[in-house]
């Protein structure tokens, strides 16, 4: 079955607007704290959000990431139907790692002070490294795929010519 | 070396300041048409592009702003710039070959051009067009505000001169951005962008390894002086808490490829395979120079915790701090260059879009052609210049509301009307319009009426969901629109 595309950003766009809605009506202080630090000038800002707020958290991420993919598969509409297929079928994938990573980041309630990995807390350095470096996957798959998902420079002066030709 | 620290400062900023006249000077040569002017005559190379589109994104708040958002609320600011690779994917997989192909057709010189030729609509380029007025006033004046500051500073700190005031600060170097804008127009501004990308990425190298041996234990004794005294901050939420931290992830994530000072870039690059390259250098550019934003504002923080250094009285100050008491002279004179360049860059390129959207833009949606435009492009653009900076020096809250405002208005704007109306045919010039206005309107009443949103939610998230649902279902509603044939031929390739 085709996946239609629009069809698919305008329920993703509803189901977050409808969360969105939801955490606004819904009374803020029970889940969320924020203090200014007692100290230095009171510039530092001490805060934090309690763990059954969790939850919520995740469904807001749920939905922006199917936002983002929706606004991604935009890209794939050009394409032929078995490529068309690959390349969502990737970019759903990835999509999917990047949510279970916030997801993970979002359920693991206790920061452990103890063990460092490349010089932060184990949650920050999942933050830092696997959720801020792991769509250069999507990068890689670009840069390799260029001609076969985007265009090649032989279609390119193809419209060059095609756009000179209605000029005239 | 230390009795010279401030002489050596200032000879970096100098030598930095020469070297972009120089810049100018040459791109004069390079500029005879208003195409040269706002577009490099579409000649770019990959090193060029790809460091114009990092360097215009990281602006002056990455190297200033984004250190002491560190130091106020410790991890939760890092969150803008960790989404960064998904911002620039975004990017090129929508944009980056459409905008080319539409920079074929008629040959646009500006973001509400392309616009107009998608959309067939006028009003729709004049919206847009004056969305983009309002943010780059916004922006701009904040930019030529933070310049002006920290050349009071250095020069105030030097002995040679007694007290000077910030009018002064703010004439110099606006002169200067001034100048090398006026003479070569985008031309100058790419190929700063250059110089001034390679001064920020090897500063902000630079300043990193000079965090790592400030404390015997690294990253890691920061994280355990940090976390013993507020677990949360080192933590991956910060002391924002999810929600705000998770609306920034979305606002950044999303909103990079709705930035029109950088996606402009992607219609100036020669060869469209070219693309594939400036995507990881644009992003190798924007990782290293973000190392600053993260390691100065860790190891001020780290700092004053420790009592190693007094309070600061003005988080803004993080940055200079650091440079002026933890580095050695030549690395702080490095990075106060970098730090000039990452403003400057900034600021040539939304004086680039402002001047095209009141030059050319405003007039031509409603009716109106200019003659002999490349001389009122310059003329412009010294005068946007100038309302620029009285607005920096006199209006006092609103620069800082404006510029606030920048970042989100524009996500909410262009987003949905240029990365999803560029890639899907059914998107309507009707919805293209109740989507600006609802971006306006959303960011201005929240910033004017001062509205605290629940949860720290960021108020560009809202306004981006807000005008993404209103621009898809309007669409879907509304009557199939009419594409041109070669409008339509670039959306099918």
């Known amino acids: 079955m085709k996946l239609k595309v629009d069809a698919f950003l305008l329920v993703g766009l509803i189901f977050l607007t409808l969360v969105v809605l939801y955490f606004l009506i819904t009374t803020p202080e029970v889940s969320y704290y924020q203090t200014l630090h007692s100290e230095f000038n009171g510039l530092m800002i001490s805060g934090r959000t309690a763990n059954d707020h969790s939850s919520y958290s995740f469904i807001f991420c749920f939905g922006m990431i199917w936002v983002y993919l929706g606004s991604l598969l935009l890209s794939t509409r050009h394409l032929i139907k078995q490529k068309r297929k690959n390349i969502q079928i990737v970019m759903t994938c990835f999509c999917l790692v990047y949510l279970c990573l916030l997801g993970l980041l979002i359920f693991s309630k206790d920061l452990n002070l103890q063990s460092f990995y490349f010089g932060f807390p184990r949650s920050t350095a999942v933050m830092l490294y696997l959720i801020g470096f792991s769509p250069l996957s999507l990068s890689y798959i670009y840069i390799r795929y260029f001609e076969t998902l985007i265009i090649t420079e032989a279609s390119f002066k193809s419209f060059q010519n095609f756009i000179k030709s209605q000029d005239k | 070396m230390e009795a010279f620290r401030n002489p050596i400062i200032l000879g970096f900023v100098a030598a930095y300041m020469l070297l972009t006249v120089l810049v100018g000077i040459w791109a004069l040569r390079k500029t005879k048409s208003t195409q040269d002017f706002f577009m490099a005559g579409r000649d770019l190379g990959i090193m060029v592009t790809g460091f114009a589109v990092f360097s215009s994104l990281l602006s002056g708040f990455g190297f200033v702003g984004g250190p002491a958002l560190v130091y106020k609320m410790g991890m939760s600011s890092v969150w803008m710039f960790v989404c960064v690779i998904m911002g620039f994917n975004l990017s090129f997989f929508l944009l980056a070959k459409r905008l080319r192909l539409f920079a074929e057709i008629g040959n646009p010189i500006s973001l509400p051009d ?380």
């Not at chain 2, 030059?359 to 009122?376: E, S």
């Not at chain 2, 009307?417 to 890639?423: P, Q």
């Open chain 2, 114 to 493: 392309v616009v107009r030729l998608r959309y067939d609509n006028a009003f729709t380029q004049g919206l847009m067009a004056l969305a983009i007025i309002l943010g780059v006033l916004g922006y701009l004046a904040t930019q030529i505000l933070a310049m002006s500051i920290v050349l009071q500073e250095i020069l105030n700190a030097s002995s040679f001169i007694e007290y000077i005031s910030i009018g002064y600060c703010m004439l110099i170097s606006c002169s200067i951005l001034v100048f090398y804008s006026i003479t070569g127009g985008i031309v100058a501004s790419v190929y700063t962008d250059l110089v001034q990308g390679a001064i920020m990425i090897f500063g902000a190298i630079l300043i990193f390894f000079s965090v790592l041996n400030l404390f015997e234990g690294g990253f890691q004794e920061i994280s355990q002086i940090i976390g013993q005294d507020d677990a949360g901050a080192i933590g991956p939420w910060g002391t924002l808490g999810t929600m705000g931290s998770l609306s920034w992830l979305f606002v950044f994530m999303m909103g990079g490829a709705g930035q029109p000072h950088v996606i402009t870039k992607m219609m100036m690059y020669k060869n469209i395979s070219d693309a594939k390259y400036i995507l990881p250098t644009s992003i190798i550019g924007y990782f290293f120079s973000a190392l600053l934003w993260l390691s100065i504002g860790l190891a001020m923080r780290a700092l004053v915790i420790s009592g190693m250094h007094s309070e600061l009285s003005n988080a803004d100050m993080a940055a200079s701090v650091y440079l002026q008491y933890y580095t050695n002279p030549i690395l702080a004179g490095l990075v106060f260059a970098g730090l000039f360049a990452a403003i400057m860059s900034t600021a040539d390129a939304f004086l680039n879009i402002g001047t095209a959207a009141i030059m050319h833009d405003l007039p031509n949606a409603i009716g109106i052609k200019i003659k002999n435009d490349l001389f009122w492009a310059r003329v412009v653009t010294f005068i946007l210049t100038v309302i620029a900076a009285l607005f920096a020096r006199y209006s006092g809250d609103l620069v800082a509301i404006l510029g606030a405002f920048g970042w989100g208005t524009f996500a909410a704007a262009i987003v949905p009307v240029v990365v999803i109306g560029f890639n899907w045919k059914r998107a309507t010039p009707l919805a293209a319009n109740v989507c600006i206005i609802t971006s306006l309107l959303i960011n201005f009443s929240v910033k004017i009426l001062d509205i605290k949103v629940p949860y720290a939610i960021d108020i560009g998230a809202i306004s981006l969901i807000t005008s993404m649902l209103l621009f898809v279902s309007i669409s879907l509603l509304s009557k199939k629109p009419f594409i041109n044939k070669n409008v339509e031929a670039a959306m099918d390739l």
